[in-house]
């Protein structure tokens, strides 16, 4: 078992960036691929972003490839989200999930959740 919590949201103007950090108990952590996802108000909870169980493959949605960037870091259980030229649209709550598949964008599939941490761009 694995338990998740997230830090670093914020308010940032459009075109800012924000750093985002999953911190995970256990020892178990590279045992576990984690992803990013969010949900805005009215909306379906989306996927973001994905790292593998070693860091050595990634995945992300179209909307925030080539802005936002997923790292981890194994020994410090941890898991990042930089997130650079943010626009309005990706105001929402990011979630960070731990699932024992490979890598999966299906939130049906992730087992542990954090609590989330609320992301606003304003425009």
């Known amino acids: 078992q694995v338990q998740l919590v997230e830090s670093g949201g914020g308010l940032v103007q459009t075109g800012g960036s924000l750093r985002l950090s999953c911190a995970a108990s256990?020892?178990?952590?590279?045992?576990?691929?984690i992803g990013w996802f969010r949900q805005a108000p009215g909306k379906e909870r989306a996927f973001v972003a994905a790292?593998?169980?070693?860091?050595?493959?990634?995945y992300y949605a179209d909307s925030v490839k080539g802005r936002f960037t997923i790292s981890r870091d194994n020994a410090k259980n941890t898991a990042n989200l930089q997130m650079n030229s943010l626009k309005p649209e990706d105001t929402a709550v990011y979630y960070c999930?731990?699932?024992?598949?490979?890598?999966?964008?299906?939130?049906?599939?992730?087992?542990?959740w954090g609590q989330g941490t609320q992301v606003t761009v304003s425009s």
């Open positions: 999930a731990a699932t024992t598949s490979i890598l999966d964008i299906q939130k049906t599939s992730y087992d542990y």
């Open positions: 790292i593998s169980r070693s860091g050595g493959s990634t």
């Open positions: 256990g020892r178990t952590f590279s045992r576990y691929a």
